[in-house]
């Protein structure tokens, strides 16, 4: 493939400027690009959505929706872009992102950095992308956390015409306090309040926009317990596991591991694998999951069905492995 002749070159760069130069071809190249067909794949329903496919591109790689109509062309199911938040921030100090390739992962700790959520609809509306759009949401970094449920509310007010889905991201480890919005009070609080707006925001547009939930895969089994307990509580339309994690299994010793930051990539895989799994054992079916973390090849996407999830969504891999992960975890996920 033509990506493993420019992976060389593009790993040569600093990770972010490759990010950035990579987000500025596929925006100006749009959709002329080697790919899967999105029809490649076998249609799914959930959420009341229609996926060509079950295989999406997780939110992060395109966080101001400046290359939608690059990246479908890969093949993706769906698109999930963000995370954005009320107002423009510039995110952590760099450098602030780090590759370590003997573990086909990477470590960020970028910050929520996006250029505000009225920028984002803009480049939404510019798209000529025609398929299922995730909108990621979360908190500026200056709000205090516990006014973070207002961040939240004016993020899915905006977005909520533009959007498939919304995500409400409450697992980032690079935004201080964010995960304390994962503990049940919390928790509780701020899907009361966004479930409310939903209905209301359902009812001004004609037209109900499923709402997912994004978690950590660093949480106990009780702490699980409690989220898909208030999952079916606030009837949350489905979730998505997991996150990066701040832990370090599988890269110690390795260079850029002791960065701080979350860990994506192949080391995440069995950790996020097995919130899929015990949230699948909650929730019984009652909501999708939609699992992300570590699928570097086709069969790690069938796992992650095998464990529960309706749909998985790839960044890191696609990072390391390029269209053909795409293509390969397609296929191995309409099998059957």
């Known amino acids: ?181 994962q503990g049940e009070s919390e928790l509780d609080d701020l899907l009361g309040r966004l479930k409310s707006r939903q209905t209301d925001l359902a009812e001004k547009h004609g037209k109900y926009v499923p709402m997912t939930l994004k978690i950590a895969p660093d949480l106990d089994d009780a702490q699980l317990t409690n989220i898909a307990d208030a999952l079916r509580r606030h009837r949350i339309d489905g979730v998505i596991a997991t996150n990066t994690t701040i832990g370090r299994e599988g890269v110690e010793g390795l260079r850029n591991a002791t960065e701080t930051g979350g860990l994506s990539g192949a080391p995440v895989r069995e950790k996020s694998t097995r919130v899929v799994r015990e949230l699948a054992s909650r929730l019984a079916g009652e909501l999708p999951i939609i699992g992300v973390g570590g699928i570097t090849e086709g069969a790690h996407a069938a796992e992650k069905i095998a464990a529960g999830a309706s749909l998985v969504q790839l960044y890191t891999g696609f990072i390391y492995g390029g269209p053909g992960l795409v293509c390969d975890s397609i296929s191995a996920t309409s099998k059957g």
């Open 1 to 181: 493939m033509l990506y493993h002749l420019a992976r060389p070159l593009l790993f040569s760069l600093d990770p972010e400027k490759a990010h950035e130069f990579t987000l500025s071809t596929l925006h100006h190249l749009g959709g002329w690009m080697p790919a899967c067909p999105r029809n490649q794949g076998t249609p799914v329903e959930f959420m009341g959505i229609r996926f060509p496919n079950r295989v999406g591109l997780a939110a992060g790689l395109d966080k101001n929706a400046e290359a939608i109509d690059g990246l479908a062309a890969f093949g993706f199911g769906f698109i999930e872009v963000g995370t954005v938040t009320p107002r423009p921030q510039p995110g952590n100090p760099k450098p602030r992102m780090f590759r370590i390739p003997e573990a086909k992962a990477i470590i960020n700790r970028m910050g929520f950095n996006n250029h505000g959520v009225d920028n984002l609809v803009t480049r939404v509306k510019e798209a000529k992308f025609t398929g299922v759009l995730g909108i990621n949401i979360g908190k500026n970094f200056d709000t205090p956390i516990e006014k973070a449920a207002d961040d939240y509310l004016i993020c899915l007010e905006k977005v909520y015409a533009h959007a498939s889905y919304v995500t409400v991201n409450i697992s980032s480890p690079n935004t201080k306090n964010l995960r304390q919005l």
